[in-house]
């Protein structure tokens, strides 16, 4: 079983949507969330992260994290051409790990 | 204040060659890691430096890949005898505490 499943999409949604992007992992010892975001041919940025369960919430972007279910969601709202990028979740502990990515396209 | 910087960005390598991958910290910053991304795959660790210390090496394939990230440059990946598998882009991040990591823009790396 892989440390981190992630739906590799791609998804495709009109300018204005609601985008929900998930990720399940195995680890009971993850601690922390991170969610990066990397446009082609670029190094990934870091969006936002969590420490164990609950929700983050900056700007457009809300972090969510339920460790009973190890499961991890990034939603954007009101979703910009901008966003158009692969979206990759990447939970930690003293291991790295990241998620395959989901392609996002946002189509004006 | 300058973000983390690697180089080259491209890099043309045939079979058996050497390659050298750089890659400088954020000022300040004395953790550095190193990633692996094939196609269609994601970010694969590989290993995570300190200052003239490797902390975690649990990703790097033991035979003809090394790291170093000495007191003072760059940290360094080194790849001997590079195969065709080894092409992929190469990613560094660095951090201070541990938690956050900004990325380099990456070396992508072509064994011909």
């Known amino acids: 079983q892989k440390e981190v499943e992630q739906d590799p999409g791609p998804l495709s949604v009109p300018e204005g949507a609601i985008v929900s992007l998930n990720c399940t992992y195995s680890?009971?010892?993850?601690?922390?969330f991170m969610w990066y975001r990397q446009y082609s041919r670029k190094g990934p940025e870091l969006l936002m992260y969590?420490?164990?369960?609950g929700n983050k919430e900056d700007g457009r972007f809300t972090a969510q994290v339920d460790k009973s279910s190890k499961y991890i969601s990034l939603f954007i709202r009101d979703s910009q051409p901008s966003d158009s990028a692969t979206y990759l979740c990447?939970?930690?502990?003293?291991?790295?790990?990241f998620g395959t990515g989901t392609s996002l396209t946002v189509i004006p | 204040n300058a973000g983390v910087m690697q180089n080259p960005r491209h890099l043309v390598r045939r079979r058996g060659q050497e390659a050298r991958l750089r890659c400088s910290p954020m000022k300040g910053h004395s953790h550095v890691y190193w990633y692996r991304q094939l196609p269609e795959e994601g970010l694969k660790f590989m290993v995570y430096?300190?200052?003239?210390?490797?902390?975690?090496e649990s990703g790097m394939p033991k035979e003809r890949f090394s790291a170093e990230f000495p007191k003072e440059g760059p940290s360094i990946l080194r790849i001997q005898q590079v195969v065709r598998g080894d092409s992929a882009a190469y990613f560094c991040a660095s951090s201070h505490f541990g938690v956050e990591q900004f990325f380099g823009p990456g070396t992508r790396l072509t064994v011909l």
């Open positions: 969590t420490y164990s369960s």
């Open positions: 680890n009971s010892a993850f601690q922390y």
């Open positions: 430096l300190q200052k003239e210390n490797i902390i975690d």
């Open positions: 990447a939970p930690r502990s003293n291991q790295f790990y």
